[in-house]
């Protein structure tokens, strides 16, 4: 038999993830205030204390590693915490919303390690999304949802995906995307979300697809491309030129140019987005999660340049006109531009580092000083 108090207190940062503070009694005799053998490890965090006539006054920790009674303690310990979980998500749920940045991450980290746990908790587990018009799910710090309410709601528009950010500020570009399409995107930002995506999400749902927002899905947003008009005197398309242009201003073989036409909805959209292909996605999540590597772009990546965005429309004309009249000095601005609007998508995405920074202001000021020459 099992007796106790515990709770999650409020997260901090000076928490030590080696220590419980979960204080052991043996018939209100203490037994230790450190005994973590007893607190499965996911729920290490909590507080409070056990009395239980099961665990001996003088005990080694090996001992305690090993035993039958400590293991079942566990188990209760954990199905406790669980079932209780689930009540307050089912009976409190803007208490269960409320508190859930405190305990989000011990919560996933147990549905990752505990089969029972995940089973237990599963259809409490929680995640952010754009959806706002869902009362039961609006808490303190944001709208959110379950996965299997994510699921129906969208199944007529993308049955079987689910859109999600990594980083809702380095992807923002993207996220208006989605948005102006009506597009339900979830957040999955936590430290540990990448490792319970794939551990557990895709797992258990081998047949739904997780694709983020850069990843190459944002290409099939675009309206349907209509036949274009092939120009008598280059014999090519406004695409087919513009496709070439960005080609020569950035020189890079593994940048791989894509056109397509989104919408646009005011002039603080975006002219291009940088998009990664899966396998690229995936291996950067990977280098992220290692200690001391900061995460960055990969150099193989796509530019997809909006075709119906008027920066892109008045770099075509200007293109066009260099053609016509073959003025260098057009040519060599058109060439800044392309090199601007791919340094913006990197800005917006944090891909820029020290030295692709000063090119990015040295070129700024160059294509100020030509636009502004008279």
């Given at each position: 038999m099992v007796k106790g108090i515990l709770y999650f207190p409020k997260a901090k940062l000076d928490w030590d993830p080696n220590k419980t503070q979960v204080k052991l009694f043996c018939n209100r005799v203490f037994v230790s205030d450190n005994c973590k053998?007893?607190?499965?490890?996911?729920?290490?965090?909590?507080?409070?204390?056990i009395d239980s006539p099961d665990i001996p006054l003088n005990v080694s920790r090996s001992f305690l590693q090993g035993d039958r009674r400590v293991r079942k303690i566990q188990e209760y310990i954990s199905k406790k915490v669980g079932d209780h979980l689930v009540k307050m998500f089912e009976d409190d749920r803007p208490a269960y919303l409320k508190a859930w940045k405190d305990i989000e991450p011990f919560v996933k980290f147990g549905v990752m390690t505990d089969e029972k746990f995940k089973e237990r908790v599963k259809d409490a587990l929680v995640f952010g999304t754009t959806h706002t018009g869902d009362g039961d799910f609006s808490g303190e710090f944001g709208h959110y949802?379950?996965?299997?309410?994510?699921?129906?709601?969208?199944?007529?528009?993308?049955?079987?995906?689910?859109?999600?950010?990594?980083?809702?500020?380095?992807?923002?570009?993207?996220?208006?995307?989605?948005?102006?399409?009506?597009?339900?995107?979830?957040?999955?930002?936590?430290?540990?979300?990448?490792?319970?995506?794939?551990?557990?999400?895709?797992?258990?749902?081998?047949?739904?697809?997780?694709?983020?927002?850069?990843?190459?899905?944002?290409?099939?947003?675009?309206?349907?491309?209509?036949?274009?008009?092939?120009?008598?005197?280059?014999?090519?398309?406004?695409?087919?030129?513009?496709?070439?242009?960005?080609?020569?201003?950035?020189?890079?073989?593994?940048?791989?140019?894509?056109?397509?036409?989104?919408?646009?909805?005011?002039?603080?959209?975006?002219?291009?987005?940088?998009l990664l292909d899966e396998t690229t996605r995936r291996l950067q999540e990977m280098q992220s999660l290692m200690p001391d590597r900061p995460p960055t772009l990969p150099e193989n990546k796509i530019l997809m340049v909006n075709e119906d965005h008027p920066l892109v429309q008045n770099l075509a004309e200007l293109e066009r006109g260099v053609i016509v009249g073959s003025s260098s000095n057009k040519r060599e601005t058109a060439l800044l531009l392309c090199q601007h609007i791919f340094d913006l998508a990197l800005l917006a995405q944090r891909g820029l580092d020290v030295d692709k920074t000063k090119a990015f202001l040295t070129r700024s000021s160059q294509l100020l000083a030509r636009l502004t020459d008279r």
């Open positions: 053998e007893v607190i499965p490890e996911f729920l290490l965090r909590l507080r409070g204390i949802t379950t996965l299997a309410a994510y699921l129906e709601r969208n199944r007529e528009k993308h049955a079987d995906k689910v859109y999600f950010t990594s980083d809702a500020v380095a992807q923002a570009t993207h996220l208006d995307l989605y948005r102006a399409r009506g597009l339900e995107v979830l957040t999955l930002d936590a430290p540990i979300d990448g490792y319970l995506r794939t551990a557990v999400l895709e797992a258990d749902h081998k047949e739904v697809k997780f694709l983020r927002v850069d990843a190459e899905e944002v290409a099939t947003l675009g309206a349907e491309k209509q036949g274009e008009i092939v120009d008598p005197t280059t014999n090519q398309t406004r695409g087919d030129r513009l496709q070439a242009l960005f080609q020569d201003a950035l020189n890079d073989s593994r940048i791989k140019i894509r056109l397509e036409r989104l919408p646009v909805e005011d002039s603080g959209s975006p002219p291009a987005f940088i």
